[in-house]
């Protein structure tokens, strides 16, 4: 794997992803390898999965520089949403580590997650709609269950980004704390968790996202559907050109 990275030690799985000169920005190669380290931490002897990004970022969405992929877009935006059913799937409990830019694709990538902890100065933002795109990674329905649905709604219309602390008033994150802190709590985290029995986790995680994710595909298939519509739209040429010509 290129772009992601995979250790495993002491019962705890850290996935990092690994672009950091594009502030590991999504792109399909990202997409596979991810996938591919989700389904080997699945397989793995951990008992917990840190999530977090290399660099000076989580993961700052879809990298807009990158040439629109051909083919069949459903194929693509299914295997990107893949992403949010083997997180949700993973048998061990999930914990992002959120620093720098979670932005688009990125906040999606932590809302995918069981457990969520971001620096106090980390940046949030949902701004598919300001460039003429829909949501995906089932933030439809992950982000009103946390946020609340006018929260949500406000979040995604206005596009308007926001730090870790606000995402902690916002009931986004479990818990926002100085960027030298965080992965020192998120590994203590992990660990307390790797010392449960992992059956046990297994099945709390399971029973707790039972309703949530009864409701889950509907949202995918939503998504996709409504992501089909608006992806080859004049909004979104003008908004992607606009962000090419930048220097």
Request: net charge negative; with cysteine; proline share 5%.
């Given at each position: 794997m290129s772009?992601?990275?995979?250790?495993?030690?002491?019962?705890?799985?850290?996935?990092?992803?690994?672009?950091?000169?594009?502030?590991?920005?999504?792109?399909?190669?990202?997409?596979?390898?991810?996938?591919?380290?989700?389904?080997?931490?699945?397989?793995?002897?951990?008992?917990?999965?840190?999530?977090?990004?290399?660099?000076?970022?989580?993961c700052a969405?879809?990298?807009?520089?990158e040439p629109?992929?051909?083919?069949?877009?459903?194929?693509?935006?299914?295997?990107?949403?893949?992403?949010?059913?083997?997180?949700?799937?993973?048998?061990?409990?999930?914990?992002?580590?959120?620093?720098?830019?979670?932005?688009?694709?990125?906040?999606?990538?932590?809302?995918?997650?069981?457990?969520?902890?971001?620096?106090?100065?980390?940046?949030?933002?949902?701004?598919?709609?300001?460039?003429?795109?829909?949501?995906?990674?089932?933030?439809?329905?992950?982000?009103?269950?946390?946020?609340?649905?006018?929260?949500?709604?406000?979040?995604?219309?206005?596009?308007?980004?926001?730090?870790?602390?606000?995402?902690?008033?916002?009931?986004?994150?479990?818990?926002?704390?100085?960027?030298?802190?965080?992965?020192?709590?998120?590994?203590?985290?992990?660990?307390?968790?790797?010392?449960?029995?992992?059956?046990?986790?297994?099945?709390?995680?399971?029973?707790?996202?039972?309703?949530?994710?009864?409701?889950?595909?509907?949202?995918?298939?939503?998504?996709?559907?409504?992501?089909?519509?608006?992806?080859?739209?004049?909004?979104?040429?003008?908004?992607?050109?606009?962000?090419?010509?930048?220097?």
């Amino acid at each position: 794997m290129s772009t992601v990275d995979l250790a495993v030690d002491g019962g705890i799985a850290q996935i990092r992803l690994n672009r950091p000169e594009r502030l590991n920005a999504v792109a399909p190669v990202l997409v596979d390898d991810f996938l591919t380290a989700l389904d080997a931490a699945a397989r793995s002897s951990a008992r917990a999965v840190l999530l977090t990004g290399n660099g000076r970022a989580f993961c700052a969405g879809h990298d807009l520089k990158e040439p629109t992929p051909e083919g069949d877009s459903r194929a693509r935006l299914d295997r990107l949403q893949d992403v949010t059913r083997r997180l949700r799937a993973l048998p061990q409990p999930v914990i992002a580590a959120v620093h720098g830019y979670a932005i688009g694709a990125g906040a999606e990538f932590a809302l995918g997650c069981d457990l969520i902890l971001a620096a106090e100065d980390a940046v949030f933002g949902f701004p598919e709609v300001s460039l003429g795109l829909s949501v995906t990674g089932a933030a439809s329905r992950l982000l009103p269950l946390l946020v609340g649905p006018l929260r949500a709604k406000e979040l995604l219309l206005l596009g308007e980004r926001f730090d870790g602390r606000r995402a902690h008033e916002f009931g986004l994150v479990n818990a926002a704390v100085p960027t030298a802190e965080l992965m020192p709590l998120a590994l203590g985290w992990a660990e307390k968790i790797a010392q449960h029995p992992p059956e046990a986790a297994t099945m709390a995680k399971r029973a707790l996202d039972s309703g949530i994710d009864h409701a889950l595909e509907s949202a995918l298939e939503l998504e996709v559907s409504h992501a089909l519509i608006t992806e080859h739209s004049a909004a979104v040429r003008e908004s992607t050109d606009a962000f090419r010509s930048r220097s």
